[in-house]
């Protein structure tokens, strides 16, 4: 079985920007003809809602319910290749909980992809406590993705460096936030897939626990009060799960050396770009896992988060 835990399907409402010109590219026809093109058995679609970039959170709510919905009938319509993805923001409140529950009580939608942060505000606020608590409750995994472009967005405006470099930072950036401010300890269960192959968390995670390790020697570095976590920051990474988008077949033994074959899960982000998938596909099996790790990669280990 292969599983894509990361293509992408906008709303109408987003696929009709001008900002598109009439060719968005994330659309459920777009999903099926790829999926059907590399040979896949499962497609999660998601609405990666970098649209709301420009929408407040106290108005985004109307807007991700109505993508929720889309998404469910989505499903509905191709209820044997495809399996969706909720959307919400962390901390927006008892409405943005109530709709969430209400996708995945209600719709069976599989999870819930949130933005590594929103207009400035990321996950590890503690806003977020009860998003969190949801999540456990409802043993979903929290897909975390970037927005369209979150911090340093006036140095990235170049050469497509807000796709390519930009927002796997945002990515990075939110997990160790979460990693440090002991997301872990309040919820040792809770299912984090990080999207890109955590943005880098692989190549860093041994700076994060020297600058945890040194204590008072690294005190030139800067606090590191209030303590909030009791483990190396390794030892959590090693809780998340990575979805392999990164089309770099290196990065992605780097990432299994890190946190384990088993916590890897094969993602294409096709859509968005269409031309893409196959290599996305061919870097995993050309990253030399065994047979039996290979199978759980693209698809044994989604299956168990996703409850197929």
Known sequence: MIIDFHTHVHPPREAARPFWQGRCP????????????????????SSAAQYLKDIPREEALPHLEESNRFMA???????????????????G?????????????????????????HRGAYPDDDDSLDFFQLCCELDIPVFIHPPAVGFGEERVNIYRLASSVGRPFDNCLALSRLIVRGIYERFPNLKIVASHLGGGMSEIIG??????EMGDEAFFLGSYEPMMIKKKPSDYLRMMWMDTT???????????????????V??????????????????????????EQEAMVLGGTAAALLKV
Not at 73 to 91: C, E, M, W, Y
Not at 207 to 212: L, Q, S
Not at 267 to 285: F, H, N, Q, T, W
């Open 266 to 291: 094969f993602g294409s982000d096709s859509p968005m770009l269409l031309s893409i998938k196959e290599k996305a596909l061919e870097c995993v099996r050309a990253a030399g896992f065994s047979k």
């Open 26 to 45: 994330a659309t459920i026809e777009n999903v099926l003809m790829v999926h059907e093109r590399v040979g896949l058995d499962i497609s999660v679609i």
């Open 93 to 117: 409140g008892d409405g943005y909980l109530r709709e969430l529950e209400r996708a995945v009580k209600q719709d069976d939608l599989r999870g819930v992809l949130i933005s590594s942060s």
């Open 73 to 91: 009938s989505l499903r509905d319509k191709h209820k044997d290749r495809i399996l969706a993805l909720a959307t919400s923001i962390p901390g």
């Open 246 to 264: 990164s089309y770099h077949t290196p990065a992605i033994k780097c990432a299994a050396e890190t946190i384990g074959a088993d916590r890897l």
């Open 207 to 212: 700076r994060m626990d020297y600058a945890w």
